[in-house]
T-cell receptor, first 109, second 113 residues
């Protein structure tokens, strides 16, 4: 079956440092979504990437979709304590999402 | 505000005692999903409804059932909860399957004693 892996599993950064999580799929994805889940919270949609090589920015967050549409990345510039949480990529299937394994980000003040 | 509501937020049940979790939405979305999320893991899709059409994931145990009596409500029934079923159960909605983003409810944390 379809598998979506993320690395790293955990990341601790000092506030102000950058952070990147990588997402890799075993199969080509039609598109990919990113979600953020705060500790004790529920996943919240961040963005969707559709086109090969697409790059989108949301303030300090930069999302990329690979040329082969099998990988994606999320980069956060100058992390803040409000960035803490687990970031999930999710490959979009015909009718559902295949969530990646997630990267838990801790930001040390 | 339009939203996805789950009740109760916390549920304790005994081993083998049936339990029902509920989800309602004011978004008027066609698709509703039920996910199981265990600690430090990704949400795992159990099943989803596209309107009234029920779609079960292949590896969802028979112990888990679902009902969607109308567009707004969806229920998750666990017929005989085991200790391994203790988890957060997330309901999500989407205006359409596939490309659309999913809107998650706050979840119900199930404890099995």
């Amino acid at each position: 079956g379809q598998q979506v892996m993320q690395i790293p599993q955990y990341q601790h950064v000092q506030e102000g440092e950058d952070f990147t999580t990588y997402c890799n799929s075993s199969t080509t994805l039609s598109n990919i979504q990113w979600y953020k889940q705060r500790p004790g919270g529920h996943p919240v949609f961040l963005i969707q990437l559709v086109k090969s090589g697409e790059v989108k920015k949301q303030k300090r967050l930069t999302f990329q979709f690979g040329e082969a549409k099998k990988n994606s990345s999320l980069h956060i510039t100058a992390t803040q304590t409000t960035d803490v949480g687990t970031y999930f990529c999710a490959g979009v299937g015909a009718n559902n999402l295949f969530f990646g394994t997630g990267t838990r980000l801790t930001v040390i003040p | 505000d339009a939203m996805v509501i789950q009740n109760p937020r916390y549920q304790v049940t005994q081993f083998g005692k049936p339990v029902t979790l509920s989800c309602s939405q004011t978004l008027n979305h066609n698709v509703m999903y039920w996910y199981q999320q265990k600690s430090s893991q990704a949400p795992k899709l159990l099943f989803h409804y596209y309107d009234k059409d029920f779609n079960n994931e292949a590896d969802t145990p028979d112990n888990f059932q679902s009902r969607r009596p109308n567009t707004s409500f969806c229920f998750l029934d666990i017929r005989s909860p085991g200790l391994g079923d203790a988890a957060m159960y997330l309901c999500a909605t989407s205006p359409r399957a596939g490309l659309a983003e999913q809107y998650f409810g706050p979840g119900t944390r199930l404890t099995v004693t």
